[in-house]
């Protein structure tokens, strides 16, 4: 203790020394003048620290029985100060006496608007620069969020009580700590904190609005986002946000306001969808905000070099994320634009496109895509991502550029997916990677059937990390009850089946429009490489993976479209490899009979209101849509596959397949069987006659003869019976 001053050191053993209370509160105030003064170190505040002793002071906050020559205000102001000076030490502030606190300070902040402190707000200000100095370390941050430190900030910030800004600062700094987890399940404090900021924000005109909107920012992309999607109703926290923005697009304003705007924008589309930006039913935010993205993109990308580029990641990101949202809204036909309005939208995007892509393909080249930043990292895989956005609505534009590009946008996205599947296979602490190949997958789809394209993904055995990507994603949407213990199998063994969590199903429904967007490309590669398709180890292991897995997945409606898509992509490898297929494999036969059943359960007249009308039937009626192509596709790849691995004609008989569908259009009026779907069933009838002889009599006994006069299946019909 050699480096402790003098003074301290003498008034440390004052309060060593003191008989009483009273005593000891009196040398407080030498405590208070030496803290103040730049003598007193860390070692020094230590020493005063284990001289007064913590309990001594907290009795001084909390404690009504205090001698009564002074107010009790007075002795809490007094215990504030020095404490304030204490939690300016880290050794301290962390110090297990301090950290117990919490609850008291917090409770003297909440009473800010009491009587008892109107004269005295001295001591809410010392309260909050405790609290402050705590938060700047783990420990205290760790025990704010346990204390509901956030939610009680978000009250006295609603409440717009003393000294609101500084609980406004907590809010920020803890949730940006702890993000989602920062809030409580009850949306209640998040949606009143919110609507008083928004508030603000909306009707104020000083540079505070613009403070206002990275405060929302920081705090809106930390909300638990279905339970406040769930809540929205009667909030007008949205409308708030927008009409506040939109006068901030409209105002003439540099980029010092124009940034936080965007960012807030951005943040605000990610948790409302892009429905928020037609708040009032018109068009004309969602233009100015594209047009507004757009410009700034092409700005701050426009032939600088890398490394000033990169220092506006932060503002080009935004940018991104609202663009992303543009374009994938536009793609579901719900906009309704004027012929020049489309001129000047797609000039805007080709625009910020053409430097995205500039950009990026001076990265692939530059020694700065392996730095090693995170931050570096994260902006490039920004880029890759919103280019992919781009490309999988822009299928012609840019294509020599894009397929030199094409190898680094792979590695980009391969390293993101590998990413996601080592911590799916870890302890899945903090929030999951984001998978760009998932991004890209509607590209890739388009990629695929492009010869030049296609090269480049199977040079660079893009095939492969397909695979692991449909074998993860099916793991995934395939989600089975976590395996019990041995030991407490017979205990648990009548506990009703678990059910997945909220954010288990919807990783379940990204999962499932997943092994959508793979089973497309793979179809394209299976149809358009079909020599690969045949002899690549790859895409015999596919092959297997599916005959292997189709037959598992669960029988809901959830999983139908996926059911599909893996029939039909079984089908199309199927036909590639019919020479390695071995009669009767077991796996092979299961397939089948899956298969057969999504081909079979399409159509039915028995839940038509015409008892002689063939119709879609009605658990395929919601998702025809998605499935209709791949139903006909279907029944035409099962034609083609017979002739090669003709003992699978006995599962269409042993079924009952091919007699029920001779037994439902028996029944269908004639002249309204649809000409595609007539033609889907005669071209597989016929393909089974020809190969297994036993199918004749089957349709025969069925009243086949009937059917093929009622809906003029001529070919079928000479089958039969002849010219």
Known sequence: MTDVPEPVRKCANLLKGTRSDTEKFAALFMVTKLMKGKDCNTAGKKLLFEAIGFPFLRKLLVSKDLPSDCPPLVYKSVALSILTGFCQEEELATHKDIIDAIPTLLEIVEQADDEDYEDNLIVVSEAYSCLKSIASYEPGQQALLETGAIPKMSQIYSAQSFQTDEALHLIVLLVKKFGVISWPEDPTAFNALIQRIALDMETDHTERKYELCRILADILITCRREIVLNSLEGQIWPESLFK?????????????QRDPALHLIATTLQVLGMQWAFMDEQKQFFLMLLQLA?????????????????????????????????????????????????QTTYTALKGAFNQVLAVLTRVSQDKIRENGNPRDKAFIVATVRILSAWLAQETTAM???????????????????HELKTWRAGPREATP?????????????HFAVEDEARRVLFTHKQ??????????????????????????RLARMNEPDPVPTPEQQAQMKEARSAIVALCNILMNLTVLEPKRAEDSPTFVNL?????????????????????????????????QQSKKVKQNDFSICRYIQATIRFLWDAYNIDESNDPTALVVSIAYKGFWSDLSELWFLGMQTMCGVLPLVPWLSEFALES???????????????????????SAYEDFLSQLVDVNADVVAVLKKADALRVCRNHRMMDLGKKLFGD
């Open 463 to 488: 095939d492969e990390v397909l695979l692991e990507a449909i074998e993860l994603y099916f793991s995934i949407a395939h989600w089975k009850r976590p395996p019990i213990p041995r030991a407490e």
């Open 244 to 256: 506040g923005c939109g006068d901030i697009l409209k105002a003439k304003i540099g980029p010092k």
């Open 656 to 678: 009952g397949w091919a007699e029920g569908i001779i037994k439902t259009l028996k029944k269908v009026k004639i002249g309204t069987l649809p000409a595609n779907v007539k």
């Open 399 to 417: 294509r020599p550029a894009i397929y030199k590009l094409l190898p680094f946008m792979l590695k980009i996205g391969n390293e993101s997916f």
């Open 543 to 575: 092959l297997k993976f599916v005959v292997e897995n189709l037959p598992e997945l669960k029988d809901t409606p959830d999983n139908l479209v996926i059911h599909g898509n893996l029939s039909v992509l079984g089908l199309l490898l199927l036909k």
């Open 433 to 445: 990677p984001v998978d760009i190949l998932r991004v890209m997958m509607p590209a890739l789809c």
């Open 294 to 342: 757009a410009i700034e993109v092409r700005m701050q990308m426009d032939e600088k070099k890398l490394e000033t580029t990169f220092k506006q990641a932060e503002l080009l990101t935004c940018c991104f994320v609202i663009l992303e949202q543009c374009i994938e809204y536009m793609a579901t036909d719900q906009l309704d634009l004027e012929p020049k309005e489309k």
